[in-house]
């Protein structure tokens, strides 16, 4: 069964940068595809950033420019870098993968 386990959230000012982390186990991470998506106060669901297992990416278009998604195989492990955050980036972040998802990981902008 997949756990996925997000970390590396926080609370920063606007313009401040973040490092999301989501770390699988109990499968063999690096053949599937992992997508990070977003919900924020009130909001839908947004997908943020996706990654395939042969390291292919999307960024939404809401993001572009300020997000690198990564992932590192040998750790079971994707990453999502943000920069440039916006007070409208606050939201919980989680990531999923083969019809799991972990319990996110809160991100918030304030100044």
Do not use: M
């Amino acid at each position: 069964q997949v756990q996925l386990v997000e970390s590396g959230g926080g609370s920063v000012q606007p313009g401040g940068s973040l490092k999301l982390s989501c770390t699988a186990s109990g499968i063999n991470f690096g053949v599937h595809a992992v997508v990070w998506y977003r919900q924020g106060p009130g909001n839908q669901r947004e997908l943020v950033a996706s990654i395939g297992p042969s390291g292919g990416t999307y960024t939404a278009s809401l993001l572009k420019g300020r997000v690198t998604i990564s992932r590192d195989n040998a750790k079971d492990t994707v990453n999502l870098q943000i920069n440039n955050l916006k007070p409208e980036d606050t939201a919980l972040y989680y990531c999923s993968a083969v019809g799991g998802r972990g319990q996110g990981t809160q991100v918030t902008v304030s100044s």
